[in-house]
């Protein structure tokens, strides 16, 4: 079944990203001349994606005021509130309500290059009939504290996965990077999941769960770069990477 349905978290408080955050949600800040999310925007009407439902809360206003009904956008928006940050699992539990189907999430404040990225994840995902197929990207054993880490076998069937693990405890050095697509079988394993790291409902748990019990989860290697803007730091990356995109696009 063709994947027609895109979720996006974007309710964060972008703590890591104050003072700018204050005003402003990290995923509204102009990175090459548009907000942040509109990237994951485009990257799924790239992937074929009709509904996309954003999911904002707090000091948020301006990503509806911005997209609007995402007509101008060429898809369907709405808007989910989460009150409260439990978790990047209770965000997307957010939508049960509303999807009966599988779909596609892409978090605010990851993008990537090309913008084909999320619809090979996209195909890959429908091609392997998975329960949850994770993009993953190699990172250095130095980073790998940073984000959920999984083991995998041969065929990248994802046979373990660890939020934020110290070097010495990593199963390998894939990182999740932000794009993931899920069955509906998904909403069930969130609502097993018990609050985790920062005392949140980590979605490394929930797909945990599904692994454990022995429904098909696999990964598919990045084929392409991931930006990201959690940090004041990675926001000056995310920049220089568009300056460098650029001059090599158009030669002086
Ligand atoms: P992050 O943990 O990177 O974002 O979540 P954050 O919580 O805004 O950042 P810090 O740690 O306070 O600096 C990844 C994505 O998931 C969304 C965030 O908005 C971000 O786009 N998210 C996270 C939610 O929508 N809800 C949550 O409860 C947690």
């Given at each position: 079944?063709?994947?027609?349905?895109?979720?996006?978290?974007?309710a964060?408080?972008?703590e890591?990203?104050?003072p700018?955050?204050?005003?402003?949600?990290?995923?509204m800040?102009?990175?090459?001349?548009?907000?942040?999310i509109?990237?994951?925007?485009?990257?799924m009407?790239a992937?074929?994606i009709?509904?996309?439902?954003?999911i904002t809360?707090?000091?948020?206003?301006?990503?509806?005021?911005?997209?609007g009904?995402?007509?101008n956008?060429g898809v369907?928006?709405?808007?989910?509130?989460?009150?409260?940050?439990?978790?990047?699992?209770?965000?997307?539990?957010?939508?049960?309500k509303f999807?009966?189907?599988?779909?596609?999430?892409?978090?605010?404040?990851?993008i990537?290059?090309?913008?084909s990225?999320?619809k090979?994840?996209?195909?890959?995902h429908e091609?392997?009939?998975?329960?949850?197929t994770?993009?993953i990207?190699e990172?250095?054993?130095?980073?790998?504290?940073?984000?959920?880490?999984v083991?995998?076998?041969?065929?990248?069937?994802?046979?373990?996965?660890?939020?934020?693990?110290?070097?010495?405890?990593?199963?390998s050095?894939?990182?999740?990077?932000g794009?993931?697509?899920?069955?509906?079988e998904?909403?069930d394993?969130?609502?097993?999941t018990r609050?985790?790291?920062?005392?949140?409902?980590?979605?490394?748990?929930?797909i945990?769960?599904?692994?454990?019990?022995g429904?098909?989860?696999y990964?598919?290697k990045?084929n392409?770069?991931?930006?990201?803007?959690?940090?004041?730091?990675?926001l000056?990356?995310?920049?220089?990477?568009?300056?460098?995109?650029?001059?090599?696009?158009?030669?002086?």
């Open positions: 079944m063709t994947i027609k349905v895109g979720v996006i978290p974007a964060g408080r972008g890591r990203m104050l700018l955050t204050r005003a402003m949600p990290k995923e800040v102009i990175v090459d001349g548009k907000p942040f509109q990237y994951v925007v485009e990257g009407v992937a074929g009709k509904t996309i439902y954003i809360g707090w000091r948020k206003h301006s990503v509806l005021d911005y997209f009904s995402g007509e956008f369907d928006i709405s808007y989910i509130v989460q009150d409260e940050m439990l978790g990047l699992a209770d965000a997307i539990g957010r939508v049960r999807v009966d189907e599988s779909f596609v999430v892409g978090l605010g404040d990851d990537f290059w090309p913008v990225c999320m090979d994840i996209v195909d890959f091609e392997k009939k998975s329960s949850a994770l993009s990207e990172v250095s054993s130095s980073e790998v504290e940073k984000y959920g880490i083991k995998i076998d041969k065929d990248y069937r994802v046979i373990d996965l660890v939020e934020k693990p110290p070097a010495s405890k990593a199963p050095r894939f990182a999740i990077a794009i993931y697509v899920f069955t509906p998904i909403f394993a969130i609502q097993k609050p985790g790291k920062n005392n949140e409902l980590q979605l490394t748990d929930s945990k769960l599904l692994v454990d019990s429904k098909p989860v990964s598919k990045l392409g770069h991931r930006i990201t803007i959690g940090s004041i730091d990675e000056r990356k995310a920049n220089e990477f568009f300056v460098y995109m650029n001059s090599k696009k158009y030669p002086k």
